[in-house]
């Protein structure tokens, strides 16, 4: 049986007037990456702030490791690691210091915190770096290094609060690959927050979507995009001219075409025979190099999500 | 919870030195009253220093100058370095991050008062040589040190409340200074309004400056004391968890 590290029902927060969040419910298994998405404001940082105790429900419940978010928050604090909408660090201090601090505060033994220290900084490539100040790091480095300190006491769960925010192309790719090898080394349940949806689509087992605090679709990706868009074929090619994209238009199979540049999209009701298509194409003038099957992105079904909740 | 306490007391401390404008600068803020104190004044005054009230003054002073500058930091500085949420979210309880960061400003200001009254001592036997040490009176010597702990516990204390409330350590800085001039002018004024306003405060006034050192010692001492606490309880009822993330 699937044990679930976190189940909410019906969590409500609100803030004066404002409902922050508004009945949401989900579960997350223990052992997944679990991507909760949204845009700004969408309520998923009160969410975390919840999950970890530091606000209390307005209505509803959560639980995390089987501990009520309410009534034993000092227990869910003792057992998660947090990489919040701030790197959290102390940026006067060097990064041992840093990860040697929150060693003690989690009770850690000298000699495994010391261990735990090279072991991590060198597993993200920052050991040879561990005296110095943090705050003369670059982003991407010390987003590491906080990535590094929320896993640090081993945590069953880590919740990270949109951990890539901000960051280069380069930093972003650097932060998203240890958190990976971090999650799949440490067998750790990751909550992640995130509005970066390839983030997601390369990370998470399982996501859910919100908007204005309400929960509009959950699933794993590869169901949210079978569910919200069909299939698709992809055309790249010369000459895709108003007549061709009619004909296709014109089609039962085809829901929709559109071409841009020397790309062809076509969204097709269902899985079909597309040799037909292609061939009406040709036969059209349209000169075909490429053609490839495949869904919408996860992007795609976020903003098809966004769109029509508005 | 003890063990609570001492981590937060090691990342202060390791921190204590390394704010604003780096260690140079904070340990030349911390040198100068001890070297006017301790040094220059005994210089000038060389016995009388040491049975005369300023080494009181001093036990007074040192903690409002050293607590004052640097307890302001403690919630504020983490409200501002965007450090205060990762530290909630931790598993340490309230009271070991409350009382852990008091215990520093605590310490710190206890230690260096007891610094400069030892230093003064030196500086005074060394340029004042009589032919045998000489201390400070018996009966004195516990109130400078008691007077010493206190006030720093006051400071501390006073610092840490308002620090939980401001969004800057410049605003606490403020906040505080402004917080602690109220009592030295009613010291002032006070005074003045009895010798004026009141038809026999010249006697009153009398009365109450030749009380015995003892009683005022004691007086103040309780005095101190119950701010103390008065302030530490403000302090941890003010401490919300989910107050603070929101702040």
């Given amino acids: 049986m699937t044990t679930m590290a976190i189940r909410t029902e019906n969590l409500t927060r609100d803030f004066a007037s404002v409902r922050a969040l508004d009945g949401l419910s989900i579960e997350v298994a223990s052992g997944e990456i679990f991507g909760f998405l949204g845009p700004n404001g969408a309520g998923k940082t009160t969410t975390i702030n919840l999950l970890l105790g530091l606000l209390e429900p307005t209505a509803g419940r959560a639980e995390v490791l089987g501990f009520d978010t309410r009534a034993q928050a000092d227990q869910v604090r003792e057992r998660v690691g947090a990489l919040l909408e701030h ?51 670059s982003k991407g480095m010390k987003q590491k290094l906080a990535l590094t300190r929320a ?36 067998g750790v349940t990751v909550f992640l927050t995130t509005h970066n949806m390839a983030e997601a689509e390369k990370l998470c087992q399982e996501v859910a979507v919100i908007r204005k605090g309400q929960l509009v679709a959950t699933g794993s990706p590869d169901s949210l995009r079978a569910r919200m868009g069909g299939p698709r074929l992809e055309i790249v090619g010369r000459n895709f001219g108003e007549s061709a994209l009619a004909l296709l238009r014109a089609r039962p199979e085809v829901a929709a075409a559109e071409a841009h540049n020397a790309h062809l999209t076509i969204d097709l009701r269902q899985e079909t025979d597309t040799a037909p298509l292609v061939g009406m194409l040709v ?11 495949g869904k919408a992105s996860l992007e795609e079904v976020f903003v098809t999500l966004m769109e029509e909740e508005k | ?64 100058l050293l607590v004052g500058m640097t307890i302001p930091e403690s919630f504020a500085g983490e409200r501002e370095r965007n ?16 009382f852990g960061k008091w215990a520093l400003g ?100 009398r009365q109450l400056i030749s009380i015995n050192f003892t009683h005022f010692a004691l007086i103040t001492v309780g005095i101190l004391a119950a701010l103390n606490v008065g302030f530490l309880v403000a302090a941890m009822a003010r401490f919300k968890r989910a107050r603070l993330i929101l702040d």
């Fill in chain 1, 87 to 137: 790197t959290g660090l102390y940026e006067q201090l060097s990064a041992e210091d840093n990860l040697e601090f929150y060693g003690r505060v989690w009770r850690m033994p000298r000699a495994e915190r010391e261990a735990r220290i090279q072991e991590l900084l060198t597993h993200i490539g920052l050991w040879d770096r561990r005296k110095e100040r943090v705050g003369k790091w």
């Fill in chain 2, 83 to 98: 450090t205060l949420p990762t530290l909630l979210a931790s598993r340490l309880p309230d009271r070991a991050i409350l």
């Fill in chain 2, 106 to 205: 605590v310490g710190y200001g206890f230690a260096m008062t007891l610094l400069v009254l030892l230093v003064s001592l030196i500086t005074v036997n060394i340029l004042h040589w009589e032919g045998q040490i000489m201390f400070y009176r018996a009966n004195m010597a516990w109130a400078h040190v008691c007077v010493g702990l206190l006030m720093s516990g006051l400071i501390a204390s006073l610092g840490v409340l308002v620090s939980l409330r401001s969004a800057t350590v410049q605003g606490a800085q403020q906040a505080l200074m402004s917080i602690i001039l109220v009592p030295l002018m009613l010291l002032q004024v006070v005074p003045m309004l009895l010798l004026s306003v009141i038809s026999n405060g010249r006697d009153l006034l």
């Fill in chain 1, 151 to 186: 896993m640090f006491h081993r945590p069953r769960l880590v919740f990270l609060d949109e951990p890539t925010a901000g960051l280069d192309v380069m930093a972003a790719v650097a932060v998203r690959e240890d958190l990976a090898a971090l999650a799949a080394r440490e």
């Fill in chain 1, 283 to 293: 036969s059209a003038g349209v000169q075909v190099e490429e053609v490839r099957r």
């Fill in chain 2, 1 to 64: 919870m003890t063990a609570d306490i001492l981590t937060v007391l090691w990342k202060e401390r390791k921190g204590l030195f390394r704010v604003q404008g780096g260690r140079s600068r904070a340990l030349l803020t911390m040198l100068l009253p001890v070297i006017m104190i301790a040094i220059i004044l005994p210089v000038q005054m060389g016995r009388d220093y040491l049975t005369g009230a300023w080494p009181l003054v001093a036990s007074l002073v040192i903690p409002v």
